[in-house]
């Protein structure tokens, strides 16, 4: 059922213009900034190999442009997951949908499946845009799987962070605001708080930093998962809520 859920939410989600504006002004916005790296890079080129240990292409062109879409999901996942389940309260559906045989576990999971896969298809072209550097000379593969690595897991915590500011309203536009402002809150804790480590820990940057460095850290790892984990189970309670007579 899950599966079918995410099915039914693609199909909604590709059959609006929405979907395909979104991917081309993004396509349009990620190889502005890949050309623009690529072209820094190309003019410190001769100075980068005077220097012993000099940075390569996959550190001065795939990170930054990773760090570009990391930046571009922050902003664009609450408005695509905007209307998952606040229209579904606007248009009075969502009685519908909850008194139907599907387990709450499995609406939830199967909105945020559908989310996850259409924000993976932007970092697909993100991925394919640093692997065409390949025919001009060697990558650090290694560095470029952990980033990609980090994108995909912050995606899966925007999107579950987006659903569920999706489930408390009927309004879609205040829950695109609301989850944009929550995102960028979590994003910048890193820098408001320097001197307050357990709230810098919860910082969205702090994490996917590391990762986008190339350092592969469990700890990162389980961050993201916990905190996807935590906002689906809140969004999980959420529509307990609505669903209790």
Not at 175 to 196: F, K, P, Y
Request: glycine share 8%; net charge neutral.
């Amino acid at each position: 059922m899950i599966v079918t859920i995410a099915a039914k939410e693609l199909r909604i989600l590709f059959g609006s213009p929405l979907a395909w504006i979104i991917l081309g002004v993004l396509q349009l916005l990620m190889a502005w900034v890949f050309l623009n790296q690529v072209d820094a890079f190309l003019g410190v080129q001769g100075q980068l190999l005077q220097l012993v240990n000099p940075p390569g292409v996959t550190e001065m062109v795939v990170a930054p442009l990773f760090g570009a879409t990391a930046m571009i999901l922050l902003i664009i996942t609450p408005v695509l997951a905007m209307r998952l389940i606040a229209e579904e309260r606007r248009n009075h559906t969502l009685p519908l949908l909850l008194s139907a045989p599907l387990s709450l576990g499995a609406i939830v999971l199967g909105k945020f499946l559908a989310l996850w896969l259409f924000l993976c298809l932007i970092i697909a072209l993100a991925a394919a845009m640093a692997l065409a550097l390949i025919a001009g000379g060697p990558l650090d593969i290694g560095l470029l799987l952990v980033g990609l690595g980090g994108l995909v897991l912050l995606a899966a915590c925007l999107a579950a962070l987006g659903l569920y500011f999706s489930s408390l309203t009927a309004h879609p536009a205040i829950a695109a605001i609301s989850g944009i402002a929550a995102a960028l809150g979590l994003w910048l804790l890193d820098i408001a708080v320097q001197q307050v480590a357990p709230l810098r820990a919860l910082s969205l940057l702090q994490h996917f930093g590391r990762s986008n460095s190339g350092l592969l850290d469990t700890a990162d790892v389980g961050y993201f998962l916990l905190f996807a984990a935590t906002f689906l189970m809140l969004t999980v309670l959420r529509l307990d809520r609505d669903r209790l007579p």
